[in-house]
Protein backbone atom coordinates (compact mmCIF):
# COMPACT_ATOMS: atom_id res chain seq x y z
CA UNK A 1 0.00 0.00 0.00
CA UNK A 2 2.97 2.17 0.69
CA UNK A 3 4.58 1.74 -2.65
CA UNK A 4 1.53 2.07 -4.46
CA UNK A 5 0.90 5.49 -2.71
CA UNK A 6 4.17 6.61 -4.46
CA UNK A 7 3.82 5.79 -7.60
CA UNK A 8 2.18 7.50 -10.45
CA UNK A 9 -1.59 6.13 -11.73
CA UNK A 10 -4.04 7.26 -14.16
CA UNK A 11 -7.38 6.08 -15.47
CA UNK A 12 -6.71 3.80 -19.32
CA UNK A 13 -9.27 4.67 -21.46
CA UNK A 14 -11.38 1.56 -20.44
CA UNK A 15 -11.88 3.01 -17.49
CA UNK A 16 -9.82 0.77 -15.05
CA UNK A 17 -6.42 2.24 -13.26
CA UNK A 18 -3.43 1.50 -14.30
CA UNK A 19 0.16 2.11 -12.02
CA UNK A 20 3.87 2.96 -13.10
CA UNK A 21 6.15 0.47 -11.97
CA UNK A 22 9.39 0.63 -12.75
CA UNK A 23 8.69 1.93 -16.38
CA UNK A 24 5.22 -0.23 -16.80
CA UNK A 25 2.00 0.45 -16.95
CA UNK A 26 0.41 -2.17 -14.79
CA UNK A 27 -3.02 -2.97 -14.47
CA UNK A 28 -4.01 -3.76 -10.49
CA UNK A 29 -1.52 -5.97 -9.65
CA UNK A 30 1.59 -4.55 -8.31
CA UNK A 31 1.04 -6.64 -4.96
CA UNK A 32 0.57 -10.10 -6.60
CA UNK A 33 3.49 -9.23 -8.98
CA UNK A 34 6.04 -8.21 -5.72
CA UNK A 35 4.97 -11.59 -4.13
CA UNK A 36 5.97 -13.64 -7.81
CA UNK A 37 9.10 -12.06 -7.75
CA UNK A 38 9.70 -12.83 -4.06
CA UNK A 39 8.17 -15.90 -3.82
CA UNK A 40 7.90 -18.04 -7.21
CA UNK A 41 10.57 -21.09 -7.32
CA UNK A 42 10.56 -22.22 -10.91
CA UNK A 43 11.89 -25.94 -11.32
CA UNK A 44 13.97 -27.01 -14.73
CA UNK A 45 11.31 -28.22 -16.29
CA UNK A 46 8.33 -25.76 -16.06
CA UNK A 47 7.49 -24.32 -19.02
CA UNK A 48 6.68 -20.21 -18.81
CA UNK A 49 4.18 -18.78 -21.75
CA UNK A 50 4.69 -15.29 -22.07
CA UNK A 51 3.03 -12.35 -23.88
CA UNK A 52 1.67 -9.39 -23.73
CA UNK A 53 -2.15 -9.06 -23.61
CA UNK A 54 -4.46 -9.67 -26.61
CA UNK A 55 -1.25 -11.45 -28.89
CA UNK A 56 -2.53 -15.23 -29.12
CA UNK A 57 -2.03 -16.11 -25.60
CA UNK A 58 -5.05 -18.70 -25.47
CA UNK A 59 -3.98 -19.99 -28.59
CA UNK A 60 -0.37 -20.68 -27.22
CA UNK A 61 -1.73 -21.99 -24.07
CA UNK A 62 -3.71 -24.54 -26.17
CA UNK A 63 -0.33 -25.59 -28.35
CA UNK A 64 1.82 -25.93 -25.57
CA UNK A 65 -0.87 -28.04 -23.31
CA UNK A 66 -1.52 -30.19 -26.01
CA UNK A 67 2.32 -30.53 -27.66
CA UNK A 68 3.20 -31.95 -23.88
CA UNK A 69 0.34 -34.09 -23.31
CA UNK A 70 -0.25 -35.15 -26.44
CA UNK A 71 0.62 -39.01 -25.10
CA UNK A 72 -1.48 -38.63 -22.23
CA UNK A 73 -5.20 -38.75 -21.43
CA UNK A 74 -5.20 -35.12 -19.99
CA UNK A 75 -5.00 -34.14 -24.47
CA UNK A 76 -8.71 -34.49 -23.60
CA UNK A 77 -9.05 -31.82 -21.30
CA UNK A 78 -8.89 -28.98 -23.66
CA UNK A 79 -12.29 -30.26 -25.23
CA UNK A 80 -13.50 -29.74 -21.57
CA UNK A 81 -11.70 -26.72 -20.48
CA UNK A 82 -10.80 -23.35 -21.39
CA UNK A 83 -7.28 -22.87 -22.03
CA UNK A 84 -6.72 -20.51 -19.20
CA UNK A 85 -8.21 -22.65 -16.95
CA UNK A 86 -5.32 -25.71 -18.11
CA UNK A 87 -2.87 -22.88 -17.69
CA UNK A 88 -3.18 -20.26 -15.10
CA UNK A 89 -2.06 -16.87 -14.75
CA UNK A 90 0.93 -15.84 -12.38
CA UNK A 91 -0.26 -12.46 -11.81
CA UNK A 92 -4.59 -13.15 -12.74
CA UNK A 93 -4.68 -16.51 -11.07
CA UNK A 94 -2.00 -18.02 -8.57
CA UNK A 95 -0.94 -15.10 -6.58
CA UNK A 96 -4.01 -12.89 -7.16
CA UNK A 97 -5.04 -13.48 -3.85
CA UNK A 98 -2.46 -15.79 -1.87
CA UNK A 99 1.01 -14.03 -1.57
CA UNK A 100 2.93 -17.41 -1.35
CA UNK A 101 0.70 -20.36 -2.61
CA UNK A 102 1.58 -23.88 -2.72
CA UNK A 103 2.52 -25.13 -5.94
CA UNK A 104 4.07 -27.70 -5.12
CA UNK A 105 1.18 -30.14 -5.74
CA UNK A 106 1.08 -29.74 -9.69
CA UNK A 107 2.48 -32.01 -11.55
CA UNK A 108 5.87 -31.59 -13.81
CA UNK A 109 6.21 -29.87 -16.18
CA UNK A 110 4.26 -27.62 -14.81
CA UNK A 111 3.07 -24.86 -17.36
CA UNK A 112 2.34 -21.15 -16.73
CA UNK A 113 1.80 -17.99 -18.21
CA UNK A 114 2.52 -14.17 -17.67
CA UNK A 115 2.56 -10.71 -19.19
CA UNK A 116 5.19 -9.41 -16.81
CA UNK A 117 8.18 -7.86 -18.68
CA UNK A 118 11.33 -9.92 -19.27
CA UNK A 119 13.18 -7.48 -17.26
CA UNK A 120 10.42 -8.21 -14.17
CA UNK A 121 10.59 -11.98 -14.36
CA UNK A 122 11.41 -13.27 -10.86
CA UNK A 123 15.41 -14.62 -10.92
CA UNK A 124 14.42 -18.14 -10.88
CA UNK A 125 12.29 -18.03 -14.48
CA UNK A 126 15.63 -16.58 -15.18
CA UNK A 127 18.54 -18.86 -13.62
CA UNK A 128 16.81 -21.71 -13.96
CA UNK A 129 16.41 -24.17 -17.07
CA UNK A 130 13.05 -23.47 -17.27
CA UNK A 131 11.79 -22.79 -21.10
CA UNK A 132 10.50 -19.58 -21.52
CA UNK A 133 8.06 -18.92 -24.93
CA UNK A 134 6.78 -15.20 -25.53
CA UNK A 135 4.47 -14.39 -28.50
CA UNK A 136 3.45 -11.13 -29.48
CA UNK A 137 1.65 -9.60 -32.45
CA UNK A 138 0.95 -6.65 -34.68
CA UNK A 139 0.31 -3.86 -32.37
CA UNK A 140 -2.37 -2.13 -34.01
CA UNK A 141 -4.12 -5.89 -34.28
CA UNK A 142 -3.27 -5.72 -30.78
CA UNK A 143 -4.62 -2.55 -29.64
CA UNK A 144 -8.18 -3.38 -31.80
CA UNK A 145 -8.34 -7.11 -30.37
CA UNK A 146 -8.26 -5.20 -26.67
CA UNK A 147 -10.45 -2.71 -27.38
CA UNK A 148 -13.00 -5.04 -28.56
CA UNK A 149 -12.43 -7.41 -25.49
CA UNK A 150 -13.22 -4.49 -23.81
CA UNK A 151 -16.49 -3.71 -25.64
CA UNK A 152 -17.56 -7.73 -25.03
CA UNK A 153 -16.71 -7.41 -21.27
CA UNK A 154 -17.97 -4.60 -20.31
CA UNK A 155 -21.32 -4.87 -18.02
CA UNK A 156 -22.60 -1.56 -19.87
CA UNK A 157 -23.57 -0.47 -23.33
CA UNK A 158 -20.05 1.88 -22.94
CA UNK A 159 -19.05 1.92 -26.58
CA UNK A 160 -17.56 4.97 -26.24
CA UNK A 161 -13.81 3.51 -27.57
CA UNK A 162 -14.93 3.25 -30.97
CA UNK A 163 -15.83 7.30 -31.15
CA UNK A 164 -12.98 7.97 -29.51
CA UNK A 165 -10.56 5.65 -30.79
CA UNK A 166 -8.20 9.06 -31.46
CA UNK A 167 -7.57 9.35 -28.31
CA UNK A 168 -7.10 6.27 -26.96
CA UNK A 169 -4.93 5.36 -29.81
CA UNK A 170 -2.68 8.95 -28.59
CA UNK A 171 -2.39 6.95 -25.22
CA UNK A 172 -1.73 3.51 -26.86
CA UNK A 173 1.23 5.35 -28.74
CA UNK A 174 2.57 6.88 -25.64
CA UNK A 175 2.94 3.53 -23.65
CA UNK A 176 -0.60 3.96 -21.79
CA UNK A 177 -1.50 0.42 -21.84
CA UNK A 178 -2.02 -2.70 -19.49
CA UNK A 179 1.82 -4.02 -19.62
CA UNK A 180 2.76 -1.44 -21.92
CA UNK A 181 4.60 0.34 -23.53
CA UNK A 182 4.28 -3.01 -25.81
CA UNK A 183 7.46 -2.05 -28.20
CA UNK A 184 9.49 -1.76 -24.54
CA UNK A 185 7.37 -5.40 -24.21
CA UNK A 186 8.29 -6.98 -27.19
CA UNK A 187 12.23 -6.37 -27.01
CA UNK A 188 12.86 -7.04 -23.77
CA UNK A 189 12.03 -11.02 -24.33
CA UNK A 190 13.55 -10.13 -28.32
CA UNK A 191 16.94 -9.31 -26.23
CA UNK A 192 16.49 -12.25 -23.80
CA UNK A 193 15.79 -14.11 -26.95
CA UNK A 194 19.05 -13.05 -28.64
CA UNK A 195 20.93 -13.38 -25.18
CA UNK A 196 20.19 -17.36 -24.90
CA UNK A 197 18.40 -18.67 -27.87
CA UNK A 198 17.43 -22.00 -25.53
CA UNK A 199 16.25 -20.59 -22.98
CA UNK A 200 13.95 -18.02 -24.35
CA UNK A 201 11.68 -18.53 -27.75
CA UNK A 202 10.23 -15.60 -29.76
CA UNK A 203 7.12 -16.29 -31.55
CA UNK A 204 5.06 -13.74 -33.76
CA UNK A 205 1.16 -14.24 -34.19
CA UNK A 206 0.99 -13.34 -37.70
CA UNK A 207 3.62 -16.08 -38.49
CA UNK A 208 2.11 -18.86 -36.66
CA UNK A 209 -1.01 -18.25 -38.71
CA UNK A 210 0.73 -18.13 -41.69
CA UNK A 211 2.65 -22.09 -41.07
CA UNK A 212 1.25 -23.16 -37.65
CA UNK A 213 2.41 -27.29 -38.39
CA UNK A 214 5.73 -25.64 -38.63
CA UNK A 215 5.65 -24.04 -35.68
CA UNK A 216 4.13 -27.00 -34.30
CA UNK A 217 7.16 -28.57 -34.43
CA UNK A 218 9.74 -25.79 -33.79
CA UNK A 219 7.81 -25.49 -30.09
CA UNK A 220 8.05 -29.29 -29.62
CA UNK A 221 11.34 -29.06 -30.10
CA UNK A 222 12.45 -26.27 -27.93
CA UNK A 223 10.72 -27.33 -24.86
CA UNK A 224 12.27 -30.82 -25.74
CA UNK A 225 9.41 -32.45 -26.53
CA UNK A 226 10.20 -33.59 -30.30
CA UNK A 227 7.81 -35.35 -32.88
CA UNK A 228 9.33 -39.06 -33.71
CA UNK A 229 9.01 -39.92 -37.24
CA UNK A 230 6.06 -42.19 -36.26
CA UNK A 231 4.08 -39.50 -34.82
CA UNK A 232 4.88 -37.43 -38.04
CA UNK A 233 3.85 -39.80 -39.98
CA UNK A 234 0.32 -40.32 -38.06
CA UNK A 235 -0.21 -37.22 -38.82
CA UNK A 236 -0.05 -35.82 -34.64
CA UNK A 237 1.31 -32.18 -35.68
CA UNK A 238 -1.92 -31.58 -38.07
CA UNK A 239 -4.07 -33.18 -35.44
CA UNK A 240 -2.87 -31.03 -32.62
CA UNK A 241 -3.42 -28.03 -34.91
CA UNK A 242 -6.89 -28.61 -36.09
CA UNK A 243 -7.55 -29.18 -32.13
CA UNK A 244 -6.23 -25.74 -31.11
CA UNK A 245 -7.33 -23.78 -33.91
CA UNK A 246 -9.79 -21.18 -34.05
CA UNK A 247 -12.65 -22.47 -35.50
CA UNK A 248 -12.18 -25.58 -33.23
CA UNK A 249 -11.96 -23.57 -30.06
CA UNK A 250 -14.12 -20.85 -30.73
CA UNK A 251 -17.14 -23.92 -31.42
CA UNK A 252 -16.56 -26.17 -28.60
CA UNK A 253 -19.33 -25.90 -26.04
CA UNK A 254 -16.93 -24.76 -23.11
CA UNK A 255 -15.72 -22.13 -24.99
CA UNK A 256 -19.25 -20.91 -25.60
CA UNK A 257 -20.28 -20.13 -22.54
CA UNK A 258 -19.21 -19.06 -19.07
CA UNK A 259 -16.84 -16.97 -17.84
CA UNK A 260 -13.37 -16.73 -16.17
CA UNK A 261 -13.77 -14.90 -13.05
CA UNK A 262 -15.33 -11.60 -15.13
CA UNK A 263 -14.37 -12.47 -18.26
CA UNK A 264 -16.74 -14.17 -20.94
CA UNK A 265 -14.59 -17.34 -22.31
CA UNK A 266 -16.65 -16.29 -25.86
CA UNK A 267 -14.57 -13.48 -25.77
CA UNK A 268 -11.24 -14.62 -25.93
CA UNK A 269 -12.27 -15.84 -29.20
CA UNK A 270 -13.49 -13.06 -31.79
CA UNK A 271 -12.15 -13.17 -35.24
CA UNK A 272 -8.20 -14.79 -35.17
CA UNK A 273 -7.41 -13.03 -38.09
CA UNK A 274 -4.14 -11.11 -39.38
CA UNK A 275 -4.60 -7.12 -40.18
CA UNK A 276 -8.55 -6.69 -38.62
CA UNK A 277 -6.67 -3.27 -37.85
CA UNK A 278 -7.47 -1.47 -41.25
CA UNK A 279 -11.02 -1.62 -40.19
CA UNK A 280 -10.82 0.46 -37.62
CA UNK A 281 -7.52 2.91 -37.89
CA UNK A 282 -6.76 5.36 -40.60
CA UNK A 283 -3.25 4.64 -42.44
CA UNK A 284 -2.00 7.87 -40.79
CA UNK A 285 -2.54 6.05 -37.69
CA UNK A 286 -0.15 3.35 -38.72
CA UNK A 287 2.09 5.43 -39.98
CA UNK A 288 2.33 7.30 -37.01
CA UNK A 289 2.77 3.82 -35.11
CA UNK A 290 5.02 2.56 -37.24
CA UNK A 291 7.25 5.58 -37.68
CA UNK A 292 7.83 4.94 -33.36
CA UNK A 293 8.24 1.76 -33.61
CA UNK A 294 10.95 1.61 -36.23
CA UNK A 295 13.26 4.06 -33.98
CA UNK A 296 12.38 1.90 -30.88
CA UNK A 297 13.38 -1.26 -33.16
CA UNK A 298 16.32 0.45 -34.41
CA UNK A 299 19.47 -1.92 -34.29
CA UNK A 300 17.95 -4.54 -32.59
CA UNK A 301 17.13 -7.13 -35.30
CA UNK A 302 13.54 -7.29 -34.49
CA UNK A 303 10.97 -6.26 -37.37
CA UNK A 304 7.19 -5.93 -37.74
CA UNK A 305 5.58 -5.91 -40.70
CA UNK A 306 2.90 -3.81 -40.13
P1 LIG B 1 -8.88 -11.02 -32.24
O1 LIG B 1 -9.50 -10.16 -31.18
O2 LIG B 1 -8.12 -10.22 -33.24
O3 LIG B 1 -9.83 -11.96 -32.87
P2 LIG B 1 -5.15 -13.47 -26.20
O4 LIG B 1 -5.34 -14.95 -26.26
O5 LIG B 1 -3.73 -13.07 -25.96
O6 LIG B 1 -6.12 -12.83 -25.28
O7 LIG B 1 -5.44 -12.94 -27.68
C1 LIG B 1 -6.74 -12.97 -28.19
C2 LIG B 1 -6.66 -12.92 -29.70
O8 LIG B 1 -6.23 -14.20 -30.20
C3 LIG B 1 -8.02 -12.65 -30.30
O9 LIG B 1 -7.78 -11.93 -31.51
C4 LIG B 1 -8.52 -14.06 -30.55
O10 LIG B 1 -9.56 -14.15 -31.46
C5 LIG B 1 -7.26 -14.73 -31.04
N1 LIG B 1 -7.28 -16.20 -30.87
C6 LIG B 1 -7.76 -16.91 -29.82
N2 LIG B 1 -7.60 -18.22 -30.04
C7 LIG B 1 -7.02 -18.37 -31.24
C8 LIG B 1 -6.61 -19.49 -32.02
N3 LIG B 1 -6.79 -20.73 -31.60
N4 LIG B 1 -6.04 -19.26 -33.22
C9 LIG B 1 -5.84 -18.00 -33.67
N5 LIG B 1 -6.22 -16.89 -32.97
C10 LIG B 1 -6.79 -17.06 -31.78
Not at 4 to 12: D, H, P, R, Y
Not at 17 to 30: A, N, Q
Not at 83 to 101: G, I, K, M
Request: with cysteine; glycine share 6%.
Amino acid sequence: MELLQTLEQLTNWDGRPLVKYDGVWYPLVIRPLLSIQKYFKAKDSDIILTSFPKSGTTWLKALTFSIVNRNDLNISLLTSNNPHELVPFLEFDLYLHQENPDLQHISCPRIFSTHIPFKSLPESIRESECKVIYICRNPLDQFISHLHFFLENTKTNYSRPLFELDEYFGMYCQGIHPFGPICDHMLGYWDGHLENLNKVLFLKYEDLKQDTAFHIKKIAGFLGYPFSVEEEKQGVIEEISRLCSFENLKNLEVNKTGHIGVVKKSSFFRKGEVGDWTNYLTPAMAERFENMMESKFEGSGLMFNI
